[in-house]
């Protein structure tokens, strides 16, 4: 938990604290009452894992399913309307902003939703579905439907997404005015 804190310390200059971030930052909170409701889903319970995460979508407007696997030091900044789904898998030191959807596109019961590497940026609005993988470093700009596999270290905009040349690198995470698309 403490590792997650600083991170929010380090990307977030709003943060006035530590105690300000544990107890106001919607991300923080929908985090761990998701790590509840995944060890409650892990033992094989029944109900009381949705009702956690159905209480912390309540609270935090942060949709988080119990069965979705996350690593350490996630960031979901401003996560109103965030949707991590079931068989989701995001790395760790992952990035997501608000209105992202991590979805599923086939009703079979196997793994449909993406895998996130670690050190990834998701922005606002983006849309990955599928399961498909988004590689280590990437980013997918604002409002990008991902519908297929992101290489380690590519950046990806629009709809369908695609790569561009014209990247961010390490060190800009929140650079998203650099994103561009090449002509």
Not at 43 to 57: D, Y
């Amino acid at each position: 938990m403490l590792y997650t804190l600083k991170r929010y310390r380090r990307y977030d200059p709003a943060a006035k604290g530590y105690l300000e971030i544990l107890l106001l930052y919607p991300g923080v909170k929908a985090v761990f009452l998701h790590r509840i409701a995944h060890f409650l889903s892990r033992l094989g319970i029944p109900f009381f894992p949705r009702l956690v995460s159905e209480t912390s979508r309540f609270l935090t407007g942060i949709d988080i399913h119990p069965g979705a696997k996350i690593g350490k030091g996630l960031i979901i900044d401003h996560g109103m309307g965030t949707v991590v789904g079931e068989t989701s898998v995001i790395g760790n030191d992952v990035i997501i902003y608000q209105g992202v959807t991590l979805g599923g596109v086939d009703l079979r019961h196997q793994k449909r939703h993406p895998t996130i590497e670690d050190h990834v940026v998701i922005g606002a609005g983006a849309k990955v579905l599928g399961n498909i993988t988004v590689g280590t470093g990437s980013r997918i700009g604002a409002n990008s439907v991902v519908v297929d596999p992101v290489p380690p270290n590519t950046t990806v905009v629009g709809i369908p997404a695609r790569p561009v040349t014209k990247g961010i690198g390490p060190g800009e995470e929140l650079s998203h005015q650099k994103i561009k698309e090449s002509n």
